[in-house]
């Protein structure tokens, strides 16, 4: 008799849990459905407005705010060396150039940034010019508002825009929940526009050095364009093992399970607002799309 407990305990516990949990996800498909596409729209981006990003109805992604919390942070390249540990792994590309007694710092990204697909374009500068052997161990500062350049970008997967973006911004991103893509099959086609046109042939000095043959992109005046498809910066080590390997199949694994729990809906706003209501400690992982860093007991994840 003792031994049937033991095993009546736990299944009955089970049985009791899976029933709450489908009465609590039929309640919640029953709210989101409930909701207008103006209340839904408002109410995602009152939840996801705290951290830094707001949902694009008409692409059905993520973009990144300019007043977004991470500002504060700026960037190190610790932060790419760290990545795959939060199940992020990108093709990077950091553009240094000195420019006006500072060294900058346009780095660009693509890749899998755990159950999403993005890409990132960041704006950064130190206060006076670093040297080669130490840009990678300088923490960059996001750029002021008066220093922004006019950022532009499409995000291509097989020749076919994902998104596209365009805007004054410190870091312009794109970020498609529920897709799954290896960084080397996705391009980036980009066009910046600076505030001089010394600062242009700055930055294409830095394309130069970076190793983007005169070729492959176009200067005209204040604006210069490029795609971004395979990295001539060399990649951080962790990127380039088998440990990235490895984190794209739990990523796999993290997308399938995504898909299943947010079912019958197809739209990143449903499937999201269905998890908050559903299942809100995930849905705030989704929500820290990239890099490691503090500020007010956050995680500098973007």
Known sequence: MN??????????????LFLYLYIR???AIRRVCAMSVPDKLERLNQITIPFGFEYRLSQDIFTSRPDAWQRECGYTDLYDRQ??????IFDCEPIYFDYNGETWLIELWKGQYGITTGCEIGVYKSDRIISKGNRTRTLFHAVSDKEM????LTLL????PLNRLCERHWWL??????????PEELDMKISIIFPSSEMCTAFAAGLKETGYPHSSFYQSGE???FTFSRPFSPQPFLRRSRYSRWIQLKNRILLSLFLKLTKPF????????????????????ILRLKRTGKKRGHRYEH
């Open 83 to 88: 990545a795959p540990f939060f199940h992020m």
């Open 157 to 160: 997967k097989d020749a076919l």
């Open 149 to 152: 350049p006019f950022l532009s």
């Open 3 to 16: 031994q049937q407990i033991y095993v009546i305990i736990p299944l009955f516990t089970l049985l009791a």
């Open 173 to 182: 991103t794109g970020f498609s929940v529920g897709k799954y893509t290896e």
């Open 266 to 285: 197809y739209f990143t706003i449903d499937q999201l607002l269905l998890l908050y209501e559903y299942l809100p400690i995930l849905f705030r992982h």
């Open 223 to 225: 604006a210069v364009a």
């Open 25 to 27: 996800k039929a309640y």
